[in-house]
């Protein structure tokens, strides 16, 4: 009995390498490099989910972009999704593409799931909800400053605060008075205590339950979150450089570069009733208000959106509702943008 349950976790252990649910993304991890030396080895995902269009696909990786990690930061990666139109790989950057569908940057400018550009605004040193829905929740810090002779702040994503069941986990960036790009900005904490995940492509942190995955897609100040089955997020930590605010007339001070978060989200699973500033735009039937053809259409919604603190979702619109026994750990974490300088 004994050896036939050895041999049966032996035989369930190879499909599931076989079926591709090794790794971040569910893809068969790559041979060592001793036995592909010369050769290329394009990955490839089986999709087990029978509520998956391409339920039952093998898809492999194109020769363009073989591998789902390059060692590389600046090498495209293979993304595989098995809801895709054509169950086809695709190559793509594993930054934030600004310009795509669930991009948050710069003056918050998002790109909704209705393709439609927007900016929300927001307010300084205060929360929003940026998707709030059955299974999981994630809310944006905005920090930011009035230029003299302004009617309203020039705001930017500072921190972003995920909820999913009794769990808490938050990305922020320090305040910096000068920007590095070979100093790490980024503090990480998970159930409200520090996660220390040291510097380097690649380096990654996975739950004890599996469900959440953090991998550093760059050396420094880039990082890829996946909330498996529900939502990818990748962020890059950049500062308001000089450029920036000569052409925009920001005023950003001398000891202050605004470091803040560029984002694109990618969601996997959403429900019908899904809320949020971003959350919203995903809704089948959604008709966006905001004016078209201008060159800042304006998304409101503060009231509706706002949160008091970034691990809570107690929005008016706010509709995921986490565990009471998570609530001490959930207001525990402190990443205030108002602290210390990091010079």
Not at 1 to 26: E, N, P, R
Not at 195 to 200: F, K
Not at 212 to 225: G, H, P, Q, Y
Not at 246 to 275: G, M, T
Request: proline content about 8%.
């Amino acid at each position: 009995m004994g050896t036939l349950s050895f041999y049966c976790v032996m035989i369930f252990s190879l499909l599931l390498v076989k079926g591709g649910q090794a790794d971040l993304y569910g893809s068969t991890p790559p041979p060592p490099p001793d036995a592909v030396s010369g050769k290329s080895f394009p990955q490839s995902v089986f999709c087990n989910d029978p509520t998956s269009k391409c339920f039952g696909a093998q898809i492999s990786c194109p020769s363009q972009c073989p591998i789902f990690k390059p060692s590389n930061s600046k090498d495209k990666a293979c993304f595989v999704d098995c809801n895709s139109k054509n169950c086809e790989a695709l190559c793509k950057t594993r930054r934030p593409n600004c310009n795509g569908i669930g991009a948050a940057c710069f003056d918050p400018r998002f790109v909704g799931g209705d393709g439609v550009m927007f900016y929300f605004h927001g307010k300084t040193n205060e929360q929003f909800s940026l998707v709030s829905d059955v299974d999981f929740h994630i809310n944006a810090r905005f920090i930011g400053r009035r230029p003299q002779g302004r009617t309203r702040d020039n705001t930017w994503i500072q921190a972003l605060g995920l909820m999913f069941g009794p769990h808490t986990f938050a990305l922020a960036v320090n305040k910096v008075a000068r920007w590095d790009n070979e100093v790490d900005q980024l503090v990480l904490t998970y159930d409200g205590k520090p996660l220390l995940l040291p510097p380097g492509q690649l380096s990654a942190w996975t739950t004890p339950d599996g469900r959440l995955s953090v991998e550093r897609t760059a050396k420094f100040n880039s990082i890829m979150v996946l909330l498996h089955g529900f939502v990818e997020i990748s962020a890059n930590a950049v500062p308001v450089t000089k450029e920036d605010d000569r052409i925009h007339r920001y005023q950003i001070p001398d000891n202050d570069c605004f470091a803040h978060l560029e984002v694109q989200f990618k969601f996997l699973r959403l429900s019908d009733q899904v809320e949020g500033v971003l959350g919203q735009t995903y809704r089948p039937g959604y008709r966006n208000p905001v004016k078209r053809g201008v060159p800042m259409p304006i998304m409101g919604g503060e009231d509706k959106y706002r949160t008091s603190s970034l691990l809570s979702a107690d929005c008016k619109y706010c509709i995921f509702s986490a565990p009471d026994s998570q609530t001490a750990v959930a207001e525990s974490i402190v990443l205030d943008p108002t602290t210390a300088v990091v010079d």
